[in-house]
Antibody, heavy 115, light 107 residues
Framework: EVQLVESGGGLVQPAGSLRLSCAASGFTVSSNYMSWVRQAPGKGLEWVSIIYSGGSTYYADSLKGRFTISRDNSKNTLYLQMNSLRAEDTAVYYC?????????WGQGTLVTVSS | DIQMTQSPSTLSASVGDRVTITCRASQSISTWLAWYQQKPGKAPKLLIY???SLESGVPSRFSGSGSGTEFTLTISSLQPDDFATYYCQQYNSYYITFGGGTKVEIK
């Protein structure tokens, strides 16, 4: 079964850092494009970042270099390193992958930025 | 960046109604479009990919059409389980974008 499971969310103070993980099963992370999408409370879906099978990475302009996407092929896991966190980064973070022509999503992990 | 304009933002309908949601892209995205259903507190659920391909396990009352810049999601006969928020997503470019969402409410 194709599945994505996120972890690493929680409460963090403004200006702090957090690393999210997304463990994949049923397919190979390195062979597909992997993405992070977030949803602030009561808001719509916002694309955050993507990493392609060849290793190319792209980010939403609004992040201004604070986030870094990466993957560990040996662990079949995707990561999102988030630095200099702000209140407006509070959201549920989902990982999603284009598998074939379709999309697979995880259940999400909540990140709350607050003092 | 490709902008996705989704309409309407809210839709009131009754069980059994035929419902249509539209998504317009600011430039051609071929058929690189997906539709999702989301319920409160849950992850988005894929309904349609490649504009018109029905995801496995999704009821056949859901259908998608369109190409280029104009796309529609149709629910042929609205069921109680279909009251939710729907999003379109373009993945033609690396800068993925979503429509603003359509909330389908009970009339």
């Amino acid at each position: 079964e194709v599945q994505l499971v996120e972890s690493g969310g929680g409460l963090v103070q403004p200006a702090g850092s957090l690393r999210l993980s997304c463990a994949a099963s049923g397919f190979t992370v390195s062979s597909n494009y992997m993405s992070w999408v977030r949803q602030a409370p009561g808001k719509g879906l916002e694309w955050v970042s993507i990493i392609y099978s060849g290793g190319s990475t792209y980010y939403a302009d609004s992040l201004k270099g604070r986030f870094t996407i990466s993957r560990d092929n040996s662990k079949n896991t995707l990561y999102l390193q988030m630095n200099s966190l702000r209140a407006e980064d509070t959201a549920v973070y989902y990982c999603a992958s284009g598998v074939g022509n379709s999309w697979v999503w995880g259940q999400g992990t909540l990140v709350t930025v607050s003092s | 960046d490709i902008q996705m304009t989704q309409s309407p933002s809210t839709l009131s309908a009754s069980v059994g109604d035929r419902v249509t949601i539209t998504c317009r892209a600011s430039q051609s995205i071929s058929t690189w479009l997906a539709w999702y259903q989301q319920k409160p507190g849950k992850a988005p659920k894929l309904l349609i990919y490649k504009a018109s391909s029905l995801e496995s396990g999704v009821p056949s009352r859901f259908s998608g059409s369109g190409s280029g810049t104009e796309f529609t999601l149709t629910i042929s006969s609205l069921q109680p389980d279909d009251f939710a928020t729907y999003y379109c997503q373009q993945y033609n470019s690396y800068y993925i974008t979503f429509g603003g969402g359509t909330k389908v409410e009970i009339k």
